[in-house]
Structure formats: C-alpha cells, structure tokens
C-alpha cells in the first residue's frame, strides 16, 4: 500500500469514500499490504475493480490542480483567480504569496456566498492537503477552485526563488 499511496496520493480518500477503507483504526491498512491482499481481508473486493477506481479518482484529483508555472500565467491575466492560503495564519504571516488571502472564517463565509462562477486557487504548504479543500470548496458549489500542486514550495522553487522555503518542525 506504501507505493500505491506514494504513486496515488489521493488513494487513502478514495479507498475510504468508496470501500470505507483506511479512515479509522477499525478499518485501517498497513503500508507493506499488498491492494490484493487489503481486497481479500475487506471482505473480497475485486482487486482489479479498486485499482481502476483510485486510478480514475487519480484522474479526478489532477483536473482539480494547478501548476506553478499555469498558476503564473493566469495571475498574469485580466481576470486572475483569487490566490487563497490554506495553511496557519503563522505561516502566513511568515511567508507569503503576493496577493494571497488568508483563508479565515470571514473568507470562507463571503466566497460560500459569493459568485459560485469565480476562479479560486488555494495553496497550502507542500500541496500535501490542497485536495481536501478544494473537495470541500467544491461541496459547496465553488466548483471552479483549483489546488496549486506542490503548495507555497512549488511557487519557490518553480516561478519566484524570493519567496522563501522552510520546512515545519514537528514535535
């Protein structure tokens, strides 16, 4: 599962949308099971089936973001997206992209409400969770978000060497 996961990396939220697999301990898989071994202990799923599953909810997951580079070009343009950060509001405040909103409750509220029809780009730090938000911004009927792949990281090393990089130290 390790190397599914790594190729995959939106695999551990489709396994568990669809099959109920991997999302709490009662129903959790270790990174050395094999897919085909995971099928046949969760009750004989057709191993064949999951994997054309996670490779579409793959396909799914990539139309959903954005490069650096693409992300670059379309700031660029006359009606750029909305740049919104998902991380802390420490990290925002440390590092930043130009232009970038902070998203806190009073963003969330106004684009939920807003013009559903609005280009939103949200980033995180290493683009690690930006799938997540933008599944919920599209729950909520903003179904033109797009995710900056790679996060805030990307953007350093991809379009603007000034934005500085760093790396969280976790306890």
């Not at 998203?103 to 930006?130: K, M, N, S, W």
Request: charged residues 25%; glycine residues 8%; proline residues 5%.
């Amino acid at each position: 599962m390790a190397e599914v996961l790594a190729t995959l990396p939106g695999a551990r939220r489709a396994l568990f949308s669809r099959y109920h697999l991997g999302g709490c301990q009662s129903c959790a898989f270790s990174p050395d099971e094999t897919l085909a071994e995971l099928c046949v202990r969760a009750g004989g799923h057709d191993p064949a089936e999951m994997l054309a599953h996670l490779l579409a909810a793959n396909e799914h997951d990539r139309a959903m973001l954005i490069t650096a580079p693409e992300l670059a070009e379309r700031l660029g343009q006359d009606d750029p997206p909305l740049l919104v950060d998902c991380r802390t509001r420490e990290e925002h405040e440390a590092v930043a992209l130009p232009g970038a909103r902070f998203l806190d409750q009073e963003l969330q509220q106004e684009l939920f409400a807003g013009d559903p029809e609005r280009e939103i780009v949200l980033h995180d730090h290493l683009g690690q969770q930006v799938l997540d938000r933008c599944s919920w911004f599209h729950g909520h009927g903003l179904k033109k978000t797009l995710g900056l792949e790679g996060g805030i990281d990307a953007w350093s090393r991809l379009v603007d060497p000034k934005v500085r990089r760093y790396r969280l130290e976790l306890d």
